[in-house]
């Protein structure tokens, strides 16, 4: 608020102060005997005037402040129409940087996005090996068993053994002992 229109808001108090002040002299003489019921009446009366002095004054209180509160949202809206202004230009060149930020944001999450997918698909296969080489690990196994153990027993697997090669007999058909010997 201006200097004027801060002077002019509190001039509206002026008749009221002025009244005031004779309120304040004929307070100073006024003298009640509470102790009757006389005396107790004269002085609520009193109190009762100044209790209307009260609600006057909070009339002029309201009417300044609304004076003062529109002065204020005038102002406000001066303020924002100028800072609407100034984030205009902000935008501008703003904008550009804000898009470019994003398309970079955007590329490195595809690239993540990528990295992630082959290492995915890496970890698949992997685990695709490692099984194919259990199961054929097991195929092998039972095949090895059908030779070792099905019909005849290991002692028959020496004629597929070269001779001067080592000749590893089979733990179940000794007895759990298993050997080596050269043929």
Known sequence: MTE???????AMFEPLKAELAKWEE????LVFNYETAKGES???SQVYKFRQAKGKIKEVHQQAKKE????CQAVDG???????????????HMDPIDAKIKRRKDAEAAAAEKLRAEAETEEKKRVAEIAAREEASK???ERGRDLRHGPGSCRDLSRYVA??????????????LGSYEKT
């Not at 004929?26 to 003489?29: A, F, G």
């Not at 003062?68 to 002065?71: K, R, T, Y």
């Open 4 to 10: 004027e229109t801060t002077q002019s808001s509190l």
């Open 26 to 29: 004929i307070n100073k003489t």
């Open 42 to 44: 004269e002085a609520r």
């Open 68 to 71: 003062a509160l529109a002065h």
């Open 78 to 92: 001066e303020k924002n129409l100028c800072l609407a202004r100034v984030e205009k230009m902000i935008a501008v």
């Open 139 to 141: 195929q092998e196994a």
């Open 163 to 176: 001779p001067g090669d080592l000749r590893i007999s089979c733990h179940v058909c000794d007895g759990g």
